[in-house]
């Protein structure tokens, strides 16, 4: 397993539409799109790095919870307000880096990949593991 990068940063947002304004008007950050994750009831709105890259390791993901629906984000919000919600790194091969988890005994909230927003695959692991951070591991994939 090889980390590639930094994927993105999540930020759950109190006003969404707001945090996005922010990003596409002030920073000029390119959208590179919005996407229901049903499986976990949250709209994701993606921005990249100025160079326009939707590939970039500097995209900057808006979290919001699915209107009426309880999920994860609207938990988030409740307890913590916003901010930011999680670190995602980029991974080569998802099973892989699960499987060093494993390994090591490291906690995981995805005991298998799931897949994410923007054709992604992913696996979440435990704050308690990373001293609080909650990690998200993600592989592109391409199709």
Do not use: C
């Not at 999680?86 to 080569?92: I, K, M, P, S, T």
């Amino acid at each position: 397993m090889k980390i590639l990068g930094i994927s993105h940063i999540g930020i759950a947002a109190k006003d969404p539409g707001r945090a996005a304004w922010f990003f596409k008007e002030v920073l000029d950050l390119p959208w590179h799109g919005d996407e229901l994750v049903k499986e976990q009831k949250t709209n994701t709105m993606m921005f990249g790095s100025a160079n326009g890259a939707a590939t970039s390791d500097s995209r900057l993901e808006i979290l919001e919870n699915e209107e009426g629906q309880d999920g994860p984000i609207k938990k988030y919000l409740e307890i913590r307000g916003g901010g930011i919600h999680h670190l995602a790194l980029q991974v080569d091969d998802i099973e892989l880096a699960i499987a060093k988890m494993k390994e090591h005994q490291i906690q995981m909230i995805d005991e298998v990949p799931r897949g994410g927003a923007h054709k992604t695959r992913i696996a979440f692991v435990h704050p308690r593991a990373t001293g609080g951070i909650l990690l998200e591991l993600v592989q592109e994939t391409h199709g």
